[in-house]
């Protein structure tokens, strides 16, 4: 296994081809800018995608929130990324908040956000961009960038309205308000919900169930997940042929089909 990344405002746990990334500035809610969590997220992401050995990414918040998104108190006085000329602003957004857009939606690895607390703006659209969100009671999401009289910068338009469809999208986006999580479990936005106490755990249990699969295979099935929302079927068709016959090809293959017709669990090794 590759050297895990050093960050500076979140820690990295692995377990069982698993790991999870906890955002550690509590002091500041998690918040996206004014800390180094876009570099950390960046930083992990880029090192799961390396690193064959890592299936699935958990991500969560220590402290009482999972992430306010933008420092609200850093766009009322101009400093880091939303100071400066137009111009500037745009670059600090594309050099900045969109890397994590970026490199989410590129992620090879299963991602799962499970949202100790609120997740508002960025941070809202942060769990958007993850495959999986699991919630609590202390789960509060918010698409609130119009309270300030300003737009998601960092894409949230485009993902949650492929989570939600245009209409739930579009109301969550102009209302600005916040929904609690037994609303974001009605709406789809979490697959479950469940005590506090027990989130890590069940995220956990789900990232553990990804991992036990065929490595290859899996990135691959997340990949096609991915590849299929912007092809059309006949040429989505044909890329699932090719990489059926690769499939086909990997060691791992064969150990699954002994393993399911000899009534064993097999150990996979991402050959």
């Known amino acids: 296994m590759s050297i895990k990344p050093v960050l500076s405002d979140a820690t990295l746990t692995v377990t069982n081809r698993y790991a999870i990334l906890r955002f550690e500035r509590d002091d500041v809610r998690n918040a996206l800018t004014g800390t180094t969590l876009i570099d950390d997220i960046c930083a992990t992401v880029e090192w799961a995608n390396a690193n064959k050995q890592i299936s699935c990414l958990i991500i969560t918040g220590s402290g009482s929130a999972f992430s306010s998104g933008g420092n609200v108190k850093d766009m009322r006085d101009k400093l880091g990324m939303f100071g400066g000329s137009p111009s500037e602003i745009s670059d600090s957004y594309k050099s900045g908040i969109q890397r994590i857009s970026r490199v989410m939606h590129s992620a090879e690895i299963v991602t799962i956000a499970a949202v100790n607390g609120a997740a508002v703006g960025a941070g809202f659209d942060l769990c958007c961009m993850a495959d999986i969100r699991i919630g609590c009671e202390n789960t509060r999401f918010g698409e609130t960038f119009i ?29 600005g308000r916040i929904i609690d999580s037994a609303e974001a479990l009605s709406l789809g936005l979490l697959l479950e919900c469940v005590p506090k106490d027990t989130l890590i755990a069940c995220a956990e249990r789900y990232a553990s169930e990804y991992a036990s699969k065929p490595p290859q295979a899996l990135r691959a099935a997340k990949r096609l997940m991915k590849l299929a929302q912007r092809q059309e079927l006949t040429d989505f068709l044909d890329v699932c042929a090719d990489v059926q016959s690769q499939c086909h090809q990997t060691e791992d293959h064969q150990r699954a089909l002994n393993a399911f017709l000899n009534k064993t669990t097999a150990q996979f090794e991402g050959n």
């Open 147 to 175: 309270n300030l009289g300003i737009i998601p910068g960092d894409g949230g338009a485009w993902f949650l309205q492929r989570l939600l469809g245009y209409q739930r999208a579009a109301e969550l986006t102009f209302s």
